[in-house]
Every structure is written in structure tokens, then in C-alpha cells.
């Protein structure tokens, strides 16, 4: 696609990925993070089901300008980081307070 035609077509792109989400019967809090334990209600895992993490780059004036100038991949990035845009792991780490899922496992999945 020829980046004119990008350029003044893309609204936005999205990224999402599922983070495994903590057993509620068996985590364990250390004072500071959350940790996966397993108990017979999660398969001894330590983990039942999954929660979605999100990152939406919306196409503003100047990633539309740095598309149709054929910017890279990080420029773009860092473009709409500075724009407010937050990371996937940015995103992610409201669930590692209330105890959804623990550091590793959003580590694990936002890995770059």
C-alpha cells in the first residue's frame, strides 16, 4: 500500500493480547505483588481465564505525516506515545494491583 493511500485512510490500529488472569481461590499477595500459588480449582496453575490488555494508536495529523512520510516503526511509536497513546503494557498494569494477574505473566505477553 502506498503510504499516501494509508495515510489518509487509517483511523487507528489496534493491539490487543489476553494476560492469564490469577486463581481467586489460591493467589497469594507478598506485601508488594501478586503471585500465581495453584490449588485444585485451577488445575494446580494458579491461574483461571484471561483478561484482554489494549493499545489503540489513533491516526492524528502528524502520524498521518510521519505514514506518508515514511517514518519507522519507532518514530511512529514515540509519536503517539507523546500524543497520550498508552502501551499495551501501560495498559496491563491496572490489573497488577487488584490482583487480576501478576507481573510476570504481563510481562510475558507485552515482551518487545
Known sequence: IEPFLLSSSLLGVVAQRL???LC???RRHDGQ???AVGCEKCGQTGYQGRVGVYELLQTT???SAQI???ASEAEIRAAAQRDGMRTMREDGERWLADGT???A????VTKD
Not at 505473566?105 to 510475558?108: G, V
Open 19 to 21: 494476560v492469564r488472569k
Open 24 to 26: 481467586v481461590h489460591c
Open 33 to 35: 505483588l501478586w503471585h
Open 61 to 63: 495529523d502528524q502520524i
Open 68 to 70: 506518508h512520510n515514511r
Open 101 to 103: 494477574t501478576t507481573q
Open 105 to 108: 505473566e504481563l510481562l510475558r
